[in-house]
């Protein structure tokens, strides 16, 4: 990609492109102390990060390197707050789903939705369940939190879920009665409410596997339709008519 950049003369993508690479150094070394640090939870959520970071980084350099892809819109100015907010919701609700599959705290509520353990709201430690660094050298396989500490990352997730959903909702359907964002907004209230149904689905079902890769493709699509509309949003160029000689 930087080769491409520079060949074709794309100064602005080359910061981006700089910034990929980086990303993607790090994301190895997060690969490794996966591994050597035994699957310190810190660690593993950040590994998901910085993969979804590439991601988001190449649909980033792809779209604004495709000629004649431009979404021309007079409110471009104001989507792209709606929309860099959402994305920043998204991403808070990507990096808490992490903390929960790291600290292995998907099923803390057992397969009850939406009460968990029977109650709506069961003894918890968030105090606990947010230390984000205990030192290396542990054995994180299977968790080392207690009960009460997992059920707070579980309540965490489901009720960020809750405002992420309903945010990104209410984007759509402004998207969707907008003139040239109706595709885009009808694909960003159906990835939602699809992400949604997958989200409950890993409760009721027991965290199936192919529920639980579905609900990571689904988090990663729906970053690809804001990131997508995002690097593709222009305002309308102002044309000005020289004025007539006298």
Sequence with gaps: LLAYAWRAGREPFIGYTAVLLAVIIMQAMLGMW???????PIVVMAHLLGGLTTFSLLTWLAWRATPNTELIQGHARL?????WIGLVL???????GG??????????????????????????????????WR???????????????????????R?????????????????????GLVYWGSMLAVLTVAQVALGISNVHFGLPLW????????????LFTLIGVLARLREPEQMT??????
Excluded at 90 to 96: K, T
Excluded at 160 to 178: E, F, G, H, N, S
Excluded at 211 to 222: I, K, R, T
Excluded at 241 to 246: D, L, Q
Aim: charged content about 15%.
């Design 79 to 83: 989507f792209k707050r709606l929309l």
């Design 34 to 40: 996966t591994v050597t640090w035994l699957l310190k």
């Design 135 to 157: 030192g290396i050298g542990v054995d994180y396989e299977g968790g080392v939190l207690d009960g009460p500490a997992r059920v707070a990352i579980q309540l965490m997730h």
């Design 241 to 246: 008519e020289p004025a007539p000689m006298a």
């Design 90 to 96: 998204l991403v808070v609700q990507i990096a808490l």
């Design 159 to 179: 009720g960020m879920a809750v405002v992420v959903a309903l945010y990104l909702i209410a984007l759509a359907v402004k998207m969707i009665r907008t003139p």
């Design 99 to 132: 903390w929960t599959s790291a600290n292995y705290a998907a099923l803390a509520c057992g397969t009850d939705f939406p009460k968990c353990l029977g109650q709506w709201l069961p003894e918890h430690d968030f105090a606990e369940a947010l230390v984000l």
């Design 211 to 222: 529920v639980a890769v579905a609900h990571n493709a689904g988090a990663a699509l729906l």
